[in-house]
């Protein structure tokens, strides 16, 4: 038994602060988000609890540059000392893949809309196809694939644009619960053999434990954070379907579950 740093974490390279949001409308304000700060660090795998409706797709939006911040700031340290925002991929919930495009063309759509069709980016998307075993359904359509290809041709979709960042919003709450179990496994690995940094947001905390190496609890809307665990498994082996067999497992559970169902009872 080895005890299992899922990953090597280095320099914080976000830094939010302070952040609120509220959206207005005819009927008022909703207030969305209060006050959250945290640190990403490079490499890291963070995932994001919170009772429905309580802006955790707001904050996604924020860190991804979709909407400015009502109030805070984010303060990026790039690795390479460089003064840029981190380049961002966004998966969501459903693949969207388009049905009248063949696999390789939506692989290649997001290089195509941002023209950055050049030979090499092209090189990258054939190796990512070999590598996550699609080289050989290319030309067929999206409906031709399982559920776990679709979510893997997503994923080259949004690599092919090589981001620092990955941004996930609920990615696997369309699947089954067995095929979730397995894909999402699957690109998280996938996602850490590219040394990408990751946010992902899910309601399942088994899901968000086995995946992260530090889970973050919003409270209900106004949204803050009301907790924080770094998540340290004691694992033979590092993989996120082992993760559900740690002794440390229950216990983590426990504590994100007992946080959240305090929040829904507020609701
Ligand atoms: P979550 O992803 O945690 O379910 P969201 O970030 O989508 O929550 O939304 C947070 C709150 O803001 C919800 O109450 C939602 O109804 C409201 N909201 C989200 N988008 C808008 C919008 N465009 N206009 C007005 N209210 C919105
Ligand atoms: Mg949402």
Redesign the pocket.
């Known amino acids: 038994m080895q005890n299992t740093t899922k990953n090597t974490v280095e320099a914080s390279f976000l830094e939010l602060k302070n952040i609120g949001y509220s959206?207005h409308?005819l009927h008022g304000e909703?207030q969305?988000l209060k006050d959250i700060s945290f640190q990403v660090h490079e490499g890291e795998f963070i995932a994001i609890v919170?009772p429905?409706?309580?802006?955790?797709?707001?904050?996604l939006s924020i860190i991804a540059g979709l909407i400015a911040p009502e109030s805070g700031t984010i303060v990026v340290n790039n690795p390479d000392g460089l003064l840029h925002y981190p380049k961002i991929g966004y998966m969501l919930q459903r693949d969207h893949l388009f049905e009248w495009r063949n696999v390789y063309q939506n692989v290649t759509l997001g290089l195509e809309l941002n023209h950055m069709l050049t030979r090499e980016h092209l090189d990258t998307v054939d190796r990512l196809l070999e590598d996550y075993g699609l080289d050989k359904f290319r030309y067929k359509r999206p409906d031709e694939l399982s559920g776990g290809m679709k979510q893997r041709a997503a994923l080259i979709r949004t690599l092919a644009l090589e981001p620092q960042l990955l941004l996930l919003d609920e990615p696997f709450s369309a699947l089954d619960y067995q095929t979730r179990l397995f894909v999402s496994a699957d690109i998280c690995r996938l996602i850490r053999a590219a040394g990408k940094t990751m946010i992902i947001?899910t309601h399942d905390l088994s899901e968000a434990i086995s995946l992260a190496d530090r889970v973050i609890v919003l409270s209900g809307?106004p949204a803050v954070i009301k907790n924080e665990m770094k998540i340290s498994l004691t694992l033979a082996d590092d993989s996120p379907l082992a993760a559900r067999n740690a002794p440390e497992f229950q216990q983590y559970f426990n504590r994100l579950w007992e946080d959240l169902t305090h929040e829904n009872k507020k609701e």
């Open positions: 959206y409308s909703i969305a919170g429905s409706g309580c802006g955790k797709s707001t904050l947001i809307r």
